[in-house]
């Protein structure tokens, strides 16, 4: 098994500081996950972000969650800001499930996907994945973050990201090539976490998924609250 260290932080805004040209940019280039409203967006942590441009080509869905960039135009107050929304993605969104029994662990699956950026904002954790599937297929694969123990955690909280890709994902010792036939794909994720977690500062955290060329990988980190 292969083991990393992370540190997952409570994260409702990530700023990424770069110089801008233009006098009327205060922040460029920036990142925060939330919610869509009217012409806005609420990140994770309660910030109002006005949406009063928006080059990204797409048009944003009430309702939907966001992975945004963006550049701060202007501040309202501590907690609102005018701001240009340059890109965004929709995360696929679930909560955590309980480890299954043997009936639907099948179901359930155990095919490769990597974790390539993990975090924490408010009640989720997100994160960036890849799998590897079958070019141009339109079968949804499922994705789930089990937790070992929801009703009686543990100092540690043990999670195990895991995927079935219905026969489309070659197996793990198959270690496929990108081409033709096989893709692949990146995509976000959004899981709520269980209430009890909010209830302490900070929980060890291990998180465990299995990817080609690497076997079954284990995680290390921390929960800040």
Same mark, same amino acid.
């Given at each position: 098994?292969?083991?990393?260290?992370?540190?997952?932080?409570?994260? #409702?805004?990530?700023?990424?500081?770069?110089?801008?040209?233009?006098?009327?940019?205060? %922040?460029?280039?920036?990142?925060?996950?939330? @919610?869509?409203?009217?012409?806005?967006?609420?990140t994770d942590n309660g910030i109002l972000m006005n949406i009063t441009?928006?080059?990204?080509? !797409? @048009?944003?869905?009430? $309702?939907?969650?966001?992975?945004?960039?963006? &550049?701060?135009?202007?501040?309202?107050?501590?907690?609102?800001?005018?701001?240009?929304?340059?890109?965004?993605n929709i995360p696929l969104q679930k909560i955590v499930i309980p480890?299954?029994?043997? +009936?639907?662990?099948?179901?359930?699956?155990? &095919?490769?996907?990597?974790?390539?950026?993990? *975090?924490?904002?408010?009640?989720? /954790?997100?994160?960036?994945?890849?799998?590897?599937?079958?070019?141009?297929? !339109?079968? +949804?694969?499922?994705?789930?973050?089990?937790?070992?123990?929801?009703?009686?955690?543990?100092?540690?909280?043990? #999670?195990? %990201?895991?995927?079935? $890709?219905? =026969?489309?994902?070659?197996?793990?010792?198959?270690?496929?090539?990108?081409?033709g036939e096989i893709s692949y794909n990146t995509f976000y994720a959004?899981?709520?976490?269980?209430?009890?977690?909010?209830?302490? %500062?900070?929980?060890?955290?291990?998180?465990?998924?299995? *990817?080609?060329?690497? =076997?079954?990988?284990? /995680? !290390?980190?921390?929960?800040?609250?």
């Open positions: 098994m292969h083991s990393s260290n992370f540190t997952c932080l409570l994260i #409702f805004l990530l700023f990424t500081l770069s110089c801008s040209k233009n006098e009327n940019v205060i %922040l460029s280039y920036s990142f925060a996950s939330g @919610q869509v409203d009217e012409n806005s967006f609420i441009e928006n080059t990204s080509g !797409k @048009q944003v869905k009430r $309702g939907s969650r966001i992975f945004a960039r963006f &550049d701060i135009l202007e501040q309202i107050s501590r907690k609102e800001y005018n701001i240009r929304l340059l890109n965004f480890l299954p029994n043997k +009936k639907n662990d099948a179901e359930i699956g155990n &095919d490769p996907i990597l974790i390539k950026s993990c *975090w924490f904002s408010g009640i989720y /954790i997100n994160m960036e994945l890849m799998i590897a599937s079958k070019t141009g297929s !339109k079968t +949804k694969h499922q994705i789930n973050l089990i937790m070992d123990d929801l009703s009686n955690p543990s100092d540690t909280l043990y #999670f195990s %990201l895991r995927h079935n $890709g219905y =026969g489309e994902s070659p197996a793990l010792e198959d270690k496929p090539k990108s081409n959004s899981f709520i976490l269980p209430p009890f977690i909010m209830f302490r %500062l900070s929980y060890p955290i291990s998180l465990s998924y299995t *990817w080609y060329g690497k =076997g079954k990988v284990s /995680i !290390k980190g921390y929960y800040r609250n």
